[in-house]
């Protein structure tokens, strides 16, 4: 017999396979906190470990029964070489690639901040709807087809190498490094600005309605109702593309500016071992783990977020 408010299965008032109530048999569906990357269960977990430790086995056999490991070993991953290169040493002709993280770091912060700006800009030119603004709107059209469609390297030497010949006053005598930040700002603006513009669109038109209703100027209902709901949709492209952002610093480095990847380059050159490689490697993801793992966070937080809205 069935408890009392408890219908029996297969009855009418039970949630059929599929509903908001329960994910479709077979599905990848997920419900409650479980674990994300097991299986879920005991058995799972022992089945993910087992695969885990053979897969790894596997690769790590390959490397080592390869004829060239010890040479790939000695090239990439000498211990000596990595500490070297990580602490650097000035008076032999090469830098620190631990220190030099940090400008990767300032770089990507001041970039990340004036992206959110421009892009935000752009996006609301390109959704406006004024007559004024038309000539505006087609340059911002412009502005993101041209540099998304130009390669961000070609960008770089684009403004590192053109900006300082126009021989500008205060222009162009700035350092490589703001012309790489100039650079990576134009170029992730035309993106983002899309993702933006997708978030946007995607705040339905009954809320727009609903702030019309209570009598909000276009400005205000754009603030408060209109843009927390839109930048709530996007927080997770976002951070994607700025965990392309961090990485895409270390392209500022042929500008000659002494950012990680450029000075595990003049290890390489000076020392013949490609390790200092391996160092900075090491330290970009040390740097975007953490942050794709809030990305993933973020998702299954909004997934449940619009999983219960679907059930209510």
Do not use: C
């Amino acid at each position: 017999m069935a408890l009392s408010g408890s219908p029996p299965a297969g009855s009418a008032d039970s949630p059929p396979p599929g509903s908001a109530g329960s994910p479709p048999p077979g599905s990848f569906a997920r419900t409650g906190r479980g674990a994300r990357l097991l299986g879920g269960g005991r058995s799972g977990t022992v089945i993910s470990t087992a695969s885990t430790v053979v897969v790894l086995g596997a690769l790590i056999a390959i490397f080592l029964l390869a004829p060239g490991a010890h040479a790939v070993e000695q090239a990439f991953f000498s211990p000596e070489h990595m500490w070297q290169s990580f602490i650097g040493n000035p008076q032999q002709g090469y830098y620190s690639v631990g220190a030099a993280i940090w400008l990767n770091i300032k770089m990507f912060i001041v970039a990340e901040i004036l992206i959110l700006l421009l892009a935000l800009l752009i996006a609301l030119v390109r959704q406006s709807v004024h007559p004024a603004l038309f000539p505006i709107r087609i340059l911002a059209t412009g502005y993101v087809d041209f540099f998304r469609g130009v390669p961000l390297i070609l960008v770089i030497f684009a403004i590192g190498l053109g900006v300082p010949a126009l021989s500008l006053p205060v222009v162009s005598n700035q350092s490589n490094a703001v012309y790489g930040v100039t650079a990576l700002v134009l170029s992730y603006s035309a993106y983002v600005s899309e993702v933006y513009r997708a978030g946007l669109n995607s705040v339905h038109q009954s809320q727009v309605a609903a702030a019309r209703s209570l009598g909000l100027p276009q400005r205000q209902a754009l603030r408060y109702v209109i843009l927390p709901q839109a930048v709530r949709n996007i927080v997770p492209p976002l951070l994607n593309d700025f965990i392309s952002l961090q990485k895409d610093t270390a392209l500022v480095g042929i500008l000659g500016t002494i950012e990680a990847n450029k000075a595990a380059e003049i290890y390489s050159e000076q020392v013949f071992n490609f390790s200092s490689f391996t160092v900075a490697a090491i330290l970009f993801l040390i740097l975007t783990i953490p942050l794709a793992r809030f990305t993933d966070r973020l998702i299954e937080r909004d997934r449940r977020r619009r999983l219960a809205g679907a059930a209510a």
